[in-house]
């Protein structure tokens, strides 16, 4: 999404992996909105580009499937793309299936772009629609119906009926805002939401939870595992000159009231405060 990580993932040079540099890929109708809208916005009004700019760079490719960064893998995702395939349809989304106490479908919106699939012919139409939309509004506010790139899915089922599928079987991907309606050991993938990683300036790491009440099961299973994850990639970027916005991510640390030192062995202790140091 900027040069500064496109040279990092480079100097990285990550296996079975082909960079796109976003500077040489920009249009004029994404240039003219951009100074309008916040990196995150930005970011967003990118979604629906991202199949189309990967369909361009590789005509042997025939089906992308978008993913959000904050998603992480435990399981082979095989089971998903059967179901997709089973459907013979062109567009693959995926319901937040939020738990009754996390709902908030009526302004984030039924379905959540996390996870979405498009054909390079089939899915054309709704992608195309999804592109036109998202360049004409695309904030991080909830207005008319609207919220960035997300609330636009809300009618594709029938505004798309044959060229849209919804993934059924719901617990192949779950997030901190269903974790109390499905166990996590049916998920093939898990998305983070809310999750926070900020690096002081003694380098130490501090994560935040967000506000979701999360089973004692899934934080020891799943959330540990991904903050291991995420400690590798943090020192394999230790050699790259990362540009972090450090002072607006350390003044979050003035909230900390206490630190955790064995996050890793006290991952309840870390959910009863929300924040904790990861070493």
């Not at 089906?63 to 960064?69: E, F, G, K, S």
């Not at 719901?170 to 805002?177: I, N, Q």
Request: charged share 25%.
């Amino acid at each position: 999404m900027d040069d500064e990580t496109h040279q990092a993932l480079s100097k990285l040079n990550p296996p079975n992996v082909r960079l796109l540099e976003l500077s040489k890929l920009e249009t004029e109708a994404l240039l003219a909105v951009k100074p309008k809208r916040t990196k995150g916005e930005y970011c967003w009004t990118l979604t629906p580009f991202t199949p189309k700019f990967v369909f361009e760079a590789d005509s042997t490719v025939e089906r992308v499937t978008y993913l959000d960064a904050d998603l992480w893998f435990r399981k082979n995702p095989a089971p998903i793309f059967a179901e997709f395939d089973a459907s013979r349809k062109h567009v693959l989304i995926t319901d937040h299936a939020y738990a009754a106490e996390h709902d908030q479908s009526a302004t984030s919106g039924q379905y959540c772009v996390q996870f979405m699939t498009f054909t390079r012919t089939g899915g054309e139409l709704v992608r195309q629609w999804w592109e036109q939309k998202c360049v004409e509004w695309c904030f991080a506010r909830f207005e008319e119906g609207k919220f960035g790139d997300q609330k636009y899915l809300d009618d594709w089922t029938e505004r798309f009926p044959l060229q849209v599928h919804v993934l059924q079987n719901k617990e192949l991907l779950l997030a901190p805002w269903n974790a109390t309606r499905f166990p996590y050991g049916n998920s093939v993938a898990w998305h983070f939401h809310a999750l926070r990683v900020l690096i002081a300036k003694n380098q130490a790491i501090y994560v935040e939870f967000g506000p979701y009440l999360l089973p004692k099961y899934t934080l020891e299973h799943v959330y540990k595992m991904y903050l291991l994850d995420l400690k590798s990639a943090v020192e394999a970027l230790k050699d790259f000159q990362i540009p972090f916005k450090s002072q607006k991510e350390f003044s979050k640390l003035s909230v900390i009231k206490a630190k955790i030192k064995t996050p890793l062995r006290q991952l309840r202790s870390l959910f009863s405060t929300s924040v904790g140091e990861f070493l």
